[in-house]
């Protein structure tokens, strides 16, 4: 049974930084695609970043330049290293691994960034 666990999220101020990370059980995330996607209260879920298995990564416009996605082979997990928060990336965010037949996502964490 596969298994993602979000982790890092919280209570900053404008400006701050968070660092989320996503760990897995029953699948090896260094093998699939990973993305991080997040979703604010009244909008659709959108898509923040992503790592392919080959390294090849992408941002959304919004947060280019102040996010940074990376893997950590040693304990293959997928981080996510959010600088400069704004009150606009208040969402819940998830982990979500590209696998076939289907897609995993994790329960997601809180991220609340105050004024």
């Known amino acids: 049974q596969v298994q993602l666990v979000e982790s890092g999220g919280g209570l900053v101020q404008a400006g701050e930084s968070l660092r989320l990370s996503c760990a897995a059980s029953g699948i090896v995330l260094s093998r699939h695609h990973v993305n991080w996607y997040r979703q604010a209260p009244g909008k659709e879920r959108e898509r923040v970043a992503s790592?392919?298995?080959?390294?090849?990564?992408d941002y959304a416009d919004a947060v280019r330049g102040r996010f940074t996605i990376s893997r950590d082979i040693d304990s293959d997990t997928v981080s996510l290293q959010m600088n400069g928060l704004k009150l606009e990336d208040t969402a819940v965010y998830y982990c979500n691994v590209n696998t076939y037949p289907g897609d995993y996502w994790g329960q997601g964490t809180q991220v609340t960034v105050s004024s």
């Open positions: 790592t392919t298995s080959r390294g090849i990564i």
